[in-house]
Structures are given as C-alpha cells and as structure tokens.
C-alpha cells in the first residue's frame, strides 16, 4: 500500500547525511571536527545545571552510544551536571562520522575536571568489548552500574510481507561537520517528495535484532554475574521511540521487531535480576540516525513546527536533562514518557502531512529556522 501522494509530488532518492559528498566530508571532518565538537559542548556546558539525578559516588553510568544525538545528550549532563562516572561504547568512522570528535571533546572537557569519562569505539555486541569494559569497571573501584542502551543501527526497510512502499519525505540538507539534518535556514529544505522503502533480507532483520533488540541482555547478565547490577538500585534503560501502529517504516519492519524484542528483553532483565528498568520514551528528534529513516525528517520538522507553535518544544540536549529522573533512588521502573506533547501533536501532524505539497515550502516550517 503506497501512502496518498498529490499529484505534484516527485520521488527523490534519499542519500545518506543530505547527498553530502564523501570526500568532502572527510576533509571538513579532518578540518573542522574537533573545533566544531569542541565549541557545542563549550555551549552546552554553559548551560549545564545539576538535575539531582542522585547516582552514588561510587556507581557509574555505562552508555550503549555515547557518541552522538541523544546518547551524547546524557553523557554530558551525567558527567558535567551530575558530576557522575560515565563509560560508553560507541561505534564510529574515525574519518567519516562526527562521533569521535564529539567523543575527544568530553574527554578532554571531563579530564579537565578531574571527572571520569571512559569511551570504547567498537561493537558493543561483542564478548571481548564487554568483557573489556567489565574489567575497567571493577578496576576503577564501581560498585554499581547503571545502564542505558541507545544503540541506533537499524535496517529503515519493511518486512517481506509489507512489500516495498513508498512515504512522503523531506529533502533537506544536512550539516557537513555536525551531521545533523540542518533546519536553520529556508534554503536548506530542498524539496518535499516520496522515497522508496525497500524490503529487509535476512540479514538486515539479524544484524537489526542483535544491535537494537537483545543487546542490553548480553550486557546486562555478566554485570549482574560480576555484582555490579545491583538488585533494586541499578537501572537498566533503554531508549525508544513509541511508533505509531500503522506507521509504513516504523511499525512494519526490523525496527518495530528490535524495539519489540528490546521491550520482553526488560522484564527478562528486571525479572532474573531485580535491576529496576525504564523505556526513556522520545519524540522524534533531529539527529542523525533519524536522518536515515524513510519519512522521519518530515516527522520531525512538521512534529516540531507543531510543538514550537504550541510552546512544548524540547531539543536534544534539554531531553537528555529530562531523562535524568530516571536515575533517581525513587524512580520506580516502567515507562518514562518524554513524548506526552509529541504523542498529542500526532493529529495536527497527520493532518499537515496530508496537505503538504512543494507549494507550501518554506513557510510551513517558520518556526524552525535561526
């Protein structure tokens, strides 16, 4: 079933970060990475305030990610608001992502300050990383580990009996450092057109199931097994999004079945080891990862456009500051919805998505730029 289309709407292939050229993103990476990563945390910390997250002195958070979007988020408010133990595993292009550099410039913030920050870049589904990290863990004397997945590496395809598709979409640039879907101009909407949704293979639906589906429980066990998760105050959590049922890409592929899978991972967690667990839920955001999802630029842009409109707009880095009740000695495990606004804006935005043609760019989406 193909989504209704108006008749002035062409189909653009979506290119990976905006149809940037590879070799020029390696060169504005080798130029500019680190400066640019360096300069967003020196603003961000500016605006760091403690959010009475309550992490024991000697616990420590442990972040499947770390390196990017909502992962980084956290990372800097555990480390510079709350002053927490933070060890992440992210999985990085040295020459052609921006993570590494966002990576170099929160260790070089948090040494600095005298404050730990320990990062991996590789595959966190591998025994030997796992057994790496448990290792710096009980040599640097943590007692308890609170864990938060985040791993985003998913196949944004449909399953075989969905068939392929195609979704309205956003043609927009992205920034050529940050990497981030870049809506701080007019200029930068190109175009509003379908894009196709291909269908996953086997081994698309294996690799998505392991990264995004089971991957808190390998980690979660040889914790547990090691007495650094620890029955009824470490925290297991993991970041999801609540699709809607009918959404063509989301709830019809790899990505609907590894939240699914992520979701029974939780209670198998919760249940063979007392850890209390949390479904951190977010509306859709700017970030890279939801750059390469069919449809999700425009989710985003008319979502947003909608909630700046309504007063309830939060970034990335104010939902990271919002997550952190979920680290407090109170919280008592289940969902931690940060989506409440996101979830009562869908009708508008179905609405606006249905009406939207070229001939309303860029003025439906006012509210973005600057």
């Known amino acids: 079933m193909y989504e209704s289309r108006s008749v002035d709407l062409d189909t653009f292939k979506k290119l990976p970060l905006g149809g940037v050229d590879r070799r020029a993103l390696v060169g504005a990476l080798a130029k500019d990475g680190l400066r640019v990563a360096t300069e967003l945390l020196e603003r961000q910390r500016h605006a760091v305030l403690p959010a009475s997250a309550g992490i024991a002195k000697d616990a420590a958070v442990l972040i499947l990610g770390g390196s990017n979007g909502i992962t980084r988020a956290l990372a800097v408010q555990l480390l510079f608001g709350e002053r927490a133990r933070v060890y992440a595993v992210h999985y990085d292009s040295e020459k052609m992502q921006i993570g590494p550099f966002h990576v170099q410039a929160i260790k070089a913030a948090a040494d600095a300050e005298g404050l730990s920050a320990r990062f991996w870049n590789d595959d966190a589904t591998k025994p030997q990383i796992i057994d790496q990290v ?4 009980e040599a640097d004397g943590v007692r308890a580990v609170h864990l938060v ?24 640039a992205f920034d050529p450092v940050l990497q981030v879907p870049d809506f701080s101009s007019p200029e930068h909407l190109r175009k509003v057109g379908m894009v196709e949704v291909e269908v996953a293979n086997e081994v698309d639906i294996e690799r998505t199931n392991r990264f995004m589906g089971s991957s808190s429980l390998l980690w979660a066990a040889p914790l547990a097994a090691a007495g650094m998760l620890v029955k009824g105050e470490s925290v ?8 809607p049922a009918d959404d063509p890409v989301y709830a019809m592929g790899p990505l609907a079945g590894a939240k699914i899978l992520q979701r029974q991972t939780m209670g198998e967690i919760q249940s063979r080891f007392g850890a209390r667990t949390a479904r951190i839920c977010y509306p859709a955001m700017a970030t890279t990862a939801l750059g390469a999802i ?17 007063g309830q707009y939060r970034d990335v880095f104010e939902l990271g500051v919002a997550s952190m009740p979920v680290f407090r000695p109170d919280f008592p495990g289940g969902d931690f919805r940060l989506d409440e606004a996101y979830q009562a804006a869908l009708p508008e935005f179905y609405a606006r998505k249905a009406a939207l043609t070229g001939a309303h760019l860029p003025g439906a989406f006012s509210k973005l730029y600057g």
């Open 294 to 310: 069919p449809g999700g630029l425009l989710m985003y842009a008319l979502s947003a456009e909608i909630l700046k409109e309504r």
């Open 149 to 172: 997945n985040g791993i985003a590496a998913g196949a944004t395809k449909r399953y075989a009996e969905h068939g392929p598709t195609l979704v309205k979409d956003l043609d927009v």
């Open 236 to 243: 297991v959590a993991f970041c999801d999004y609540d699709f």
């Open 134 to 137: 448990l290792a710096a863990l």
